[in-house]
């Protein structure tokens, strides 16, 4: 088979992966939604056009958007996940000694139901005990949230239901959702390609949050290669607890090191 799905990541960059099959294909509610079998990158789960994880690089991203946060808290026992409806997160956060509450809010049960399916070592903490899933949109439900440790959104682009999700009004909800040494953070897009993004998510999180940090990972599947992560802080950051962990790409150098950005990302957000 010789069949190239090509992701349009700007109206002049695409993303070209040789498919072997097209594994589920449909239109949700909220968006259309695809499985492809890649040679390259193992199974990938493709949302309105855009790659969202693949068997291959999806422990990159899971592992930073939530270790990296839990392990600025003193003591995490209550998380959420807004979007995130594949799991991954969810079965990072499970990882964390302490854990006794993860929430995971996901607008489209169809990306979960995917993921059970095609991913079941993605989705696999889904089944804990300590999972609690809504299916609700995560804007209106933040607003009656309250004593999260640390809160994580995993969403979309910021187009279509996701839109409110990159909204300085959702980031004070967000604060008001927290507990006293409260941590958030949120993707906030590649400094190569989508650098408005960042600026505007660094913006609207540093209206609510003392401190605001910005740190990096590399994602070869999404725009770029280089992705950012937008973490806000209602205490000053101490220094990152240590806690075994079995990971395999976060490492405690890594945790302290990913928050060193090149000079045109600081630039950025200065
Ligand atoms: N890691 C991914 C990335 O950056 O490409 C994001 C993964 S996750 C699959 C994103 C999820 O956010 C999707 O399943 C989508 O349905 C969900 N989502 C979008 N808008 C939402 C909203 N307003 N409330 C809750 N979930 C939302």
Not at 69 to 93: K, S, T, Y
Not at 138 to 158: C, L, N, Y
């Amino acid at each position: 088979m010789n069949t190239w799905f090509s992701e349009l990541q700007t109206r002049n960059v695409s993303l070209g992966i040789r498919i072997e099959d097209v594994l589920w294909h449909e239109k949700t509610q909220y968006q259309e939604l695809a499985v492809l079998q890649t040679e390259a990158y193992g199974r990938m789960l493709v949302l309105d056009g855009a790659i969202q994880t693949t068997t291959q690089d999806e422990f990159v991203y899971h592992e930073m958007i939530t270790h990296v946060p839990l392990l600025l808290h003193p003591n995490p026992r209550r998380v959420a996940v807004i979007g995130g409806g594949d799991g991954g997160a969810i079965r990072e956060i499970l990882k964390q000694p302490g854990i006794e509450e993860a929430h995971l809010i996901e607008i489209d049960e169809k990306v979960m139901e995917a993921s059970k399916r095609f991913f079941p070592e993605i989705a696999q903490g889904l089944e804990d005990d300590r999972a609690h899933v809504h299916f609700t949109d995560g804007i209106a439900w933040v607003k009656q949230a309250r004593d999260f440790d640390v809160i994580i959104v995993d969403s979309t682009d910021p187009v279509g239901p996701a839109e409110g999700l990159f909204a300085p009004e959702f980031y004070q909800n967000i604060y008001d959702a927290l507990s006293r040494d409260g941590i958030m953070v949120a993707q906030s897009e590649s400094p190569f390609l989508e650098p408005d993004i960042i600026q505007r998510v660094v913006a609207g999180v540093s209206r609510s949050f003392p401190v605001t940090r910005l740190y990096l990972a590399s994602v070869p599947t999404y725009p770029s290669g280089l992705w950012s992560f937008t973490l806000g802080s209602k205490q000053p950051l101490r220094p990152a607890r240590r806690v075994p962990l079995e990971t395999r790409y976060w490492t405690p150098n890594i945790q302290d090191s990913c928050f060193h950005l090149p000079r045109f990302v600081e630039d950025l957000i200065r």
